[in-house]
């Protein structure tokens, strides 16, 4: 059974170009969370989707955007790149009923790097 | 806003010596996760405490949460090599996914 995956791993852009972050949750899992990774820091919580929309956002500037596709994967796009938006980007997943257990699963993370 | 505080931020031990991480949060919660992170890699689920004195263990480590205090600890038993990494404390709720993270206890392990 695989986790959830995320693609890239790694990439570089130059700033004031735009990026697409792509992630497919654990089988079985309906909602999916972003969140960006500083170096040295802990992780900040982008936004939330479920069913196709999006249920809950973080302090990010609507340069950051998302989507959520009918098979729950989800994308995240960040326009306007600033050198500042160098991370890791974490998808997380749940499952149904996962708000009882605690359960959420991250995947390995995309490293993005903005030269 | 919510804050959560980790201490120390970072920490160096023997093997074999224990040793305690805290965190402390600013607000209400009604859920406390412990994440493990290596070094370029994604976060590891170690506990999920969901009420006032849940306690669990796994291996050395061992987590408690006292929700009064705002405050959770994780224990770490005769520290070995293979736990040296960064521990992230979070806090989240039940309406949200939303979760709120420490900054960070970086604990190297050295014989």
């Known amino acids: ?115 | 806003e919510l804050k959560v505080e980790q201490n120390p931020l970072f920490l160096s031990m023997q093997e074999g010596k224990n040793y305690t991480i805290y965190c402390n949060y600013s607000t209400t919660s009604d859920r406390l996760y412990w994440y493990r992170q290596d070094p370029g890699k994604s976060l590891e689920s170690l506990f999920v405490l969901l009420s006032n004195g849940a306690v669990k263990q796994e291996g050395r480590l061992m987590a408690s949460l006292d929700t009064k205090a705002r405050l959770s600890t994780l224990h770490i038993t005769a520290a070995v090599h293979d736990l040296s990494a960064t521990y992230f404390c979070a806090v989240g709720s039940y309406n949200t996914d939303k979760l709120i993270f420490g900054t960070g206890t970086r604990l190297q392990v050295f014989p």
Request: aromatic fraction near 12%.
């Open chain 1, 1 to 115: 059974d695989a986790g959830v995956t995320q693609s890239p791993t790694h990439l570089i852009k130059t700033r004031g170009q735009q990026v697409t972050l792509r992630c497919s949750p654990k089988s079985g899992h309906d909602t999916v969370s972003w969140y960006q990774q500083a170096l040295g820091q802990g992780p900040q919580f982008i936004f939330q989707y479920y069913e196709e929309e999006e249920r809950q956002r973080g302090n990010f500037p609507d340069r950051f955007s998302g989507h959520q596709f009918p098979n729950y994967s989800s994308e995240l796009n960040v326009n306007a790149l600033l050198l500042g938006d160098s991370a890791l980007y974490l998808c997380a997943s749940r499952p149904p009923g996962g708000r009882d257990t605690g359960e959420l699963f991250f995947g390995e993370g995309s490293r993005l790097t903005v030269l």
